[in-house]
Nanobody, 124 residues
């Protein structure tokens, strides 16, 4: 059974940083696309960042460009999301997702496997 487990969410002040982790079991992440999504209360789930399995190319939502960085450690079968200069509007549950394709996308319906989410709260 494929399992994705996110961790690293926390309460942080505006301007602070966090690193989220997404570790897979029973599924190898090195050649597939992985994405991070988030969902705030009362809002739709939105794509934040994705990384391709072919060449490691990345893409980001405009709202997080220059502040968030997605990366992958194949040896640990883990994908990270570094969140810097956090803003109150970044508050949400963050989910990682993957599938059996290699080109990164931030379209949620493409992804087959999802983690349970980790809460990020930005507040003073």
């Amino acid at each position: 059974q494929v399992t994705l487990v996110e961790s690293g969410g926390d309460l942080v002040q505006p301007g602070g940083s966090l690193r989220l982790s997404c570790t897979a079991s029973a599924f190898t992440l090195d050649a597939v696309a992985v994405a991070w999504f988030r969902q705030a209360p009362g809002k739709e789930r939105e794509g934040v960042a994705c990384i391709s399995g072919t060449d490691g190319s990345t893409d980001y939502a405009d709202s997080v460009k220059g502040r968030f960085t997605i990366s992958k450690d194949n040896a640990k079968n883990t994908v990270y999301l570094q969140l810097n200069n956090l803003k109150r509007e970044d508050t949400a549950v963050y989910y990682c997702a993957t599938g059996t394709f290699s080109i990164g996308t931030m379209v949620p319906s493409w992804y087959d496997y999802w983690g349970q989410g980790t809460q990020v709260t930005v507040s003073s």
